[in-house]
């Protein structure tokens, strides 16, 4: 069912509004059909026999959800769908979200993971049921499952029952995004027949980043949002919401004695791993501008879709890993690429990672290669943060605001120290 196809290298950076996909009735037999015409295939070799030791394969599913080679991903995405629409029935029609993507892993594979009401990851206790659903074969099983999972919080008869054909629709609403990888169109489609199969709206994104996918869920149940925080449910509220923010903290840059400041125009390269972040950042390059803001910096993104191979060679994962520059491919990059311009960042095949880097002259080795990856990257932040915060307190302004960093257990140990000690 896939087939590999080049994209075009004259990409339209422009906003489009999702698709809303209506609900069709809950129909026992749709929900079979589905299950019947996408068995879970036989375990591959390269991932390693089933736990359980039967000859099918089972998935699991971690941080990343369900990833794996895309080829055998069809039968999960389309049950990951039917199990999306039970999750917002369960929550009264909170809305949910599912987004196609495996990250930084290579072009060949995929995946598939769930955004919960707000916008976090999936609840830890509905993980088990999520891969129950999953790792379903036979359609009796996977029709009693939903049957059971759906009465344990008031949905009785999802399918109808005796004279009834069909069932009663619950109020469920979930989002789909994917990413830029040629095998994607067809798992959202799949995963959205499953969302439609039990009755549930299904709202189709197209391509976004991660982050942006886990924003319109969020921001879809309002009641989810800070108070400080407007409701912001498309592609141009999200790009507002972050320009804003970033436009509003440049406009705070003093002008130093020396007449320079933060306020002058530099160019940032952004490395987007060859992925979806090379539709988007140039959309936040034209969204800056609208706001006229004066200074920061400017966007020369470079690695679009259809440049080169995802993620190789290039992207957050490849520059962290390896402590290299990225590859830039294609003839798109400008001159001051071409040129081997010193500061850049790197985001991965979604766009939910980052990490910056840039080189600096040592006089005994020449130029050196520096990475800030998120420990870094957090403490800066932190630090800056710190230091406004005294400032405000010592002309005794935001008296008692303390500043907090969450970090986890693969956090580097060294900047766990530096934050605690020092900053």
Not at 294 to 319: H, I, K, R, W
Request: aromatic content about 6%; charged content about 20%.
């Amino acid at each position: 069912p896939f087939t590999a196809q080049h994209q075009s290298k004259n990409h339209l950076h422009t906003m489009t509004a999702p698709a809303v996909l209506s609900p069709l009735a809950p129909s026992e037999d749709g929900v079979r059909s589905l299950i019947r015409r996408h068995p879970i295939p036989d375990a591959l070799e390269d991932i390693g026999p089933s736990p359980s030791g039967k000859a099918k394969m089972t998935y699991g599913y971690g941080t990343a959800g369900f990833r794996y080679p895309h080829a055998v991903l069809p039968p999960a995405v389309v049950r990951v769908g039917m199990f999306a629409a039970i999750r917002s029935a369960s929550l009264g029609g909170e809305e949910v979200g599912i987004m196609i993507t495996a990250s930084h892993n290579p072009e060949a594979d995929n995946g598939v993971k769930l955004a919960d009401p707000d916008g976090g990851m999936l609840a830890a206790d509905w993980e088990p049921r999520a891969v129950e659903l999953v790792n379903t074969d036979a359609e009796d099983d996977a029709v009693a499952f939903i049957r059971k999972t759906c009465r344990d919080f008031g949905w009785i008869n999802p399918f109808g029952g005796g004279s009834a054909p069909q069932g009663t629709a619950m109020c469920a609403v979930v989002h789909v995004g994917r990413d830029t990888r040629f095998h994607s169109p067809l798992l959202a489609d799949l995963a959205i027949a499953g969302v439609r199969s039990l009755g549930a709206i299904a709202i189709d994104h197209g391509v976004v980043t991660t982050p942006q996918l886990h924003h319109f869920v969020m921001h879809s149940n309002a009641h989810r949002l800070p108070n400080v925080s407007p409701q912001r449910l498309d592609e141009g509220g999200y790009l507002e919401t972050i320009c804003g923010s970033y436009a509003a903290l440049m406009r705070t840059a003093s002008i130093g004695s020396d007449g320079d400041s933060l306020r002058t125009r530099r160019t940032l390269l952004v490395d987007c791993a060859c992925g979806v972040g090379g539709l988007k950042v140039p959309l936040i390059q034209s969204t800056l501008k609208r706001l006229r803001l004066t200074g920061g910096v400017e966007l020369d993104a470079v690695n679009l879709p259809g440049n080169g191979p995802l993620n190789e060679g290039c992207g957050a994962e490849f520059v962290q890993k390896n402590r290299l520059r990225p590859k830039i491919y294609g003839d798109h990059h400008s001159g001051a690429a071409k040129g081997g311009i010193t500061y850049g960042a790197s985001l991965d095949g979604d766009a939910d990672r980052v990490v910056f880097h840039y080189d600096k002259q040592c006089s005994k080795s020449g130029m050196s290669f520096r990475l800030l990856d998120g420990d870094k990257i957090a403490a800066l932040v932190t630090g800056f943060i710190q230091e406004e915060l005294r400032y405000l307190q010592s002309a005794g302004i935001g008296i008692g605001i303390r500043c907090g960093i969450v970090q986890t257990a693969y956090a580097n140990g060294a900047s766990t120290s530096y934050l605690r000690d020092v900053v």
